[in-house]
């Protein structure tokens, strides 16, 4: 595999995790599918890398290899991003333990710990992204979601991170909304990334991935095993697909990010839009911590058009944006979080920009603004 490092972003991208070229052999191998393969019958396992499918895939390495190259630290892909995040938690907390999560993070993320980390003697802590964050003594972690999902608050990783690792606590980022493109939190001092690749990084609308990343060889090893013992494993199929999308990262975000701005450019003017967030506005509240940060702020931006009726009529409206959860893809989509149980107001509005051109995207908004009022 040819070190990438010092190249950009979007010669890592397509170059991430491709083993060295021979003749006849495609770029990107297809995927393996196996539960179990050949074994030697004197030897056993220990004379090949592949034994059984669940802990053993040659595709979803290739795959691991291209995250960990873009991340910067070694990587493992669970079955989807929730896999990835609770798996992590219940990798490093035992009973007694204390972890402080975003209370404006991914409402399923708080639902859980609500559910299954307090049930088990887990002491949960909510503070806000962009803060106050409680004194980090006895704390055994605290993640950060920067930008948070979805109202867009932005963390200072570098400087919670200092103070958490000062009080002996680690510290773990998810880097969803951002991508490694975007942020790469192992530079800023975190100990671990976690993040959902159903979004963004794969960017197609077409599969569920979660990866955790990390440059400590105890906690990789210790999120290994518990993926491997609990089978959280993603198929060989959507480990290729997610692998053949990154080659195109770099461009989906630079589109998305454009379109962004100027849906932002178009929002902030509007007298009937409310509640406008994107940190790559200058009067974002967001907006000094991410420029320092951030190498790119996302394609994602939410805003409030009052209640649920005129979200409805937004949408119905709207020819290039279509209703859905998520965020990342291809297709510019809009969702009102308050239907999924979401603690935000009924016409919240998370809009994630896809690649359409700029100027098709702010008509057909602009349109379906004025046809909702």
Not at 25 to 36: C, D, M, N, T
Not at 107 to 132: K, S, Y
Not at 206 to 225: C, F, H, M, N, W
Request: with cysteine; net charge negative; aromatic share 6%.
């Amino acid at each position: 595999m040819s070190d990438v490092t010092e190249h950009h972003d979007g010669t890592r991208c397509v170059r991430a995790g491709l083993p060295e070229p021979a003749p006849g052999q495609p770029f990107l191998p297809g995927p393996v599918f196996a539960a179990p393969y050949h074994l030697d019958p004197w030897t056993g396992p220990a004379a090949a890398p592949d034994g059984y499918g669940r802990p053993d895939n040659p595709t979803r390495r290739l795959l691991e290899a291209a995250v960990g190259e873009l991340e910067g630290g070694d990587c493992r892909v669970f079955a989807s991003g929730q896999a990835a995040i609770t798996g992590l938690l219940l990798t490093l907390l035992r009973p007694g333990d204390t972890v402080v999560l975003p209370s404006d993070g991914y409402f399923a993320v708080r639902a859980f710990a609500a559910d299954t980390l307090e049930g088990i003697g887990v002491r949960v802590l909510l503070a806000p992204t962009a803060g106050p964050h409680p004194a980090f003594d006895g704390v055994r972690l605290v993640l950060l979601e920067t930008p948070a999902n979805p109202g867009l608050d932005v963390a200072d990783v570098a400087a919670l991170a200092a103070r958490a690792h000062a009080a002996g606590a680690l510290v773990a980022v998810d880097n969803t909304t951002a991508t490694p493109l975007g942020q790469r939190p192992l530079d800023l001092g975190a100990d671990v990334v976690v993040a959902s690749g159903t979004k963004a990084l794969t960017g197609h609308s077409d599969l569920l991935l979660g990866y955790v990343a990390t440059r400590s060889p105890e906690l990789r090893d210790a999120v290994t095993a518990w993926r491997n013992v609990t089978g959280a494993v993603p198929g060989a199929f959507d480990a290729w697909l997610a692998h053949r999308s990154l080659a195109t990262l770099d461009l989906r975000l630079a589109r998305q990010t454009a379109n962004a701005q100027a849906l932002a450019g178009l929002l902030a003017g509007r007298d009937d839009v409310t509640g406008l967030r994107w940190p790559g506005l200058p009067g974002d509240p967001a907006h000094p911590v991410a420029a320092v940060q951030m190498r790119r702020i996302p394609g994602v931006l939410c805003f409030d058009l009052g209640d649920a009726g005129r979200v409805a009529r937004f949408l119905d409206a709207a020819r290039l944006v279509a209703a859905a959860t998520s965020f990342g893809g291809l297709h510019t989509t809009a969702d009102r979080r308050a239907q999924w149980g979401d603690d935000t107001p009924p016409g919240f509005v998370r809009l994630s920009c896809g690649v359409e051109d700029a100027v098709d995207l702010v008509a057909d908004v602009t349109a379906a603004l004025d046809a909702s009022r």
